[in-house]
């Protein structure tokens, strides 16, 4: 189960440390992907982006960069931004906060950037606050849902589509686990959004 948008008191109690949304930005969304690169996926999220002349946000988790340095150099070469995922995808809720911290530094050492994504959204009040000073921490406002097995390619379509306003950030993943799904509403979001005269812009 998840929340396809971000719980309202959430994000503003904590939007002085967390970015949710971009404000002041009509007609502008920002998609972002978790958990790649890799080769099987990522080449096929940048031809779309190609397609429409879209830019996004890629959090990388170290350890794929360090496997498929050449689809990292992809990503950069399209112009896209990236973010720091952790080098190995931990679970801050279930991490020391010293391994937790280590982790993230191992990754910043091949991914330079000063944005970070914490996996599954995981991360505590204590992590936020040490985090915060030397990273920008990046949540979301809209949940494409393309990693869950039980939702179907249409369903995530309509989570984007239904959900998304001027400025938000929108999360889908290039890996394995949420391709499909991920491809079908990529697309389809694409497409619709374009049509409305949105463009499409990575996190600075």
């Not at 009040?125 to 040490?130: E, L, N, S, V």
């Amino acid at each position: 189960m998840y929340l396809v948008n971000s719980p309202y008191l959430l994000s503003e109690l904590s939007k002085k440390k967390i970015l949710w949304k971009i404000d002041n930005c009509p007609k502008v969304l920002y998609l972002t992907f978790d958990d790649g690169p890799i080769p099987e996926v990522t080449p096929q999220v940048l031809d779309l982006l190609a397609q429409y002349n879209a830019k996004a946000t890629f959090f990388m988790v170290g350890e794929n960069v360090q496997k498929y340095p050449e689809v990292y150099e992809q990503v950069i070469i399209a112009g896209h931004a990236i973010g720091n995922h952790t080098f190995n995808h931990l679970k801050g809720f279930y991490t020391k906060d010293f391994a937790y911290y280590k982790n993230i530094v191992k990754a910043s050492s091949i991914i330079p950037s000063q944005l970070f994504r914490p996996p599954h959204g995981q991360i505590t009040p204590r992590q936020i606050k040490a985090i915060s000073k030397h990273f920008k921490i990046v949540m979301w406002s809209v949940l494409s849902g393309d990693f869950d097995p039980k939702t179907s390619p249409e369903q995530c379509r309509s989570n984007i589509i239904d959900n998304a306003e001027s400025g938000s950030i929108i999360v889908m993943h290039d890996s394995l686990k949420a391709e499909r799904n991920m491809l079908f509403a990529l697309e389809a979001s694409l497409l619709h959004f374009s049509s409305l005269g949105y463009q499409f812009k990575s996190i600075s």
